[in-house]
């Protein structure tokens, strides 16, 4: 087992606790990461674009010179494609983007991603913040005393919601509870910081 010591708000070394092998000490799989990583941001698109064709574009019902005798070419509609503001061949029209990865692939995932932080000196566990109440400036204070700097995602009990009110307003710093962790949002920083009531509950649910 690995072992990562467990600072308090101020950051000075409050404990050290050995991590779960089997969450922190893999090899990352980078190909699974990569596939769950697109199936989220995939599953976020709205796909509401869409074009209208020939048979939704109004007008164009009557065919707008004969057939013969003018010397132009023959047309039908006024609304056909090659007319301008005619209908559109093969559109963009509403849809789904998402994709599912199955749940042994999305845990795989994260605990490819937790390993390599850790292995990378990007990953940090705190015991707790305790604030009395929300203040960004005590959250502020918090991260230079943690020694973390430029973007940093900071995972928390559910339940910690002074917590996530202090953060939450912090540019660069993305605070979420450890019921909503993922692939995408604990890879797409510089720092990952765990609480230790989230650090339990993680590996409770991927060891």
């Given at each position: 087992?690995?072992?990562?010591?467990?600072?308090?708000?101020?950051?000075?070394?409050?404990?050290?606790?050995?991590?779960a092998?089997?969450?922190?000490?893999?090899?990352?799989?980078?190909h699974?990461?990569?596939?769950?990583?697109?199936a989220q941001r995939?599953?976020?698109?709205q796909?509401?674009?869409?074009?209208?064709?020939?048979?939704?574009?109004?007008?164009?019902?009557?065919?707008?010179?004969?057939?013969?005798?003018?010397?132009?070419?023959?047309?039908?509609?006024?609304?056909?494609p090659q007319?301008?503001?005619?209908?559109?061949?093969?559109?963009?029209?509403?849809?789904?983007?998402?994709?599912?990865?199955?749940?042994?692939?999305?845990?795989?995932?994260?605990?490819?991603?937790?390993?390599?932080?850790l292995a990378?000196?990007?990953?940090?566990v705190?015991?707790?913040?305790?604030?009395?109440?929300?203040?960004?400036k005590?959250?502020?204070?918090?991260?230079?005393a943690?020694g973390?700097?430029?973007?940093?995602?900071?995972?928390?009990?559910?339940?910690d919601?002074?917590?996530?009110?202090?953060?939450?307003?912090?540019?660069?710093?993305?605070?979420?509870?450890?019921?909503?962790?993922?692939?995408?949002?604990?890879?797409d920083?510089?720092?990952l910081?765990?609480t230790?009531?989230?650090?339990?509950?993680?590996?409770?649910?991927?060891?």
């Open positions: 087992m690995t072992t990562i010591e467990i600072k308090d708000a101020s950051g000075k070394v409050a404990e050290s606790r050995e991590l092998a089997s969450v922190f000490g893999i090899e990352p799989n980078v699974v990461m990569h596939q769950v990583v697109r995939a599953s976020w698109r796909g509401t674009h869409s074009t209208r064709t020939r048979g939704e574009v109004r007008g164009g019902g009557k065919k707008p010179w004969r057939q013969k005798g003018t010397g132009r070419a023959r047309q039908g509609s006024i609304r056909s007319w301008r503001g005619g209908g559109v061949v093969w559109g963009p029209h509403p849809r789904s983007y998402a994709f599912r990865v199955n749940n042994k692939e999305v845990k795989l995932a994260m605990r490819s991603v937790l390993s390599a932080k990378d000196g990007q990953f940090h705190v015991n707790e913040f305790a604030f009395e109440k929300p203040s960004t005590a959250a502020v204070a918090a991260l230079a943690l973390i700097e430029g973007r940093a995602t900071i995972v928390i009990g559910n339940d919601i002074n917590t996530f009110l202090s953060f939450r307003n912090i540019k660069q710093v993305n605070v979420i509870p450890v019921a909503e962790a993922n692939t995408y949002e604990m890879i920083n510089k720092n910081v765990f230790a009531e989230a650090l339990k509950r993680i590996e409770e649910v991927l060891a």
